[in-house]
Nanobody
């Protein structure tokens, strides 16, 4: 089992950047994969990016070239660096971890992109 706590959300202008953090309650070294999802008002939750325990990364088409997911195993933390933010990126961003055939979720952090 693992608890996840996201942080780093906030209000940013279009074109700006934010870095989200997802701190895990245990070592992430052997977690199969971790990822970021988001849910905008009135929309379904959607996948943003994932990273495996081997470091392989995958991104949704709408964030390729703008977002980067990476992990620091020494800090038990996964990050999402978000650049060139757009108003459509406004959503609650959730961290998840897939471990022992189960999905674990954090409580989410709000990202608002607006001028």
């Amino acid at each position: 089992q693992v608890q996840l706590v996201e942080s780093g959300g906030g209000l940013v202008q279009p074109g700006g950047s934010l870095r989200l953090s997802c701190a895990a309650s245990r070592s992430i070294f052997s977690i199969d994969y971790m990822g970021w999802h988001r849910q905008a008002p009135g929309k379904q939750r959607e996948l943003v990016a994932t990273i495996t325990d081997g470091g392989n990364r995958d991104y949704a088409d709408f964030v390729k070239g703008r977002f980067t997911i990476y992990r620091d195993n020494t800090k038990n933390t996964v990050y999402l660096q978000m650049n060139s933010l757009e108003p459509d990126d406004t959503a609650i961003y959730y961290c998840n971890a897939f471990l022992a055939a189960k999905n674990f979720w954090g409580q989410g952090t709000q990202v608002t992109v607006s001028s």
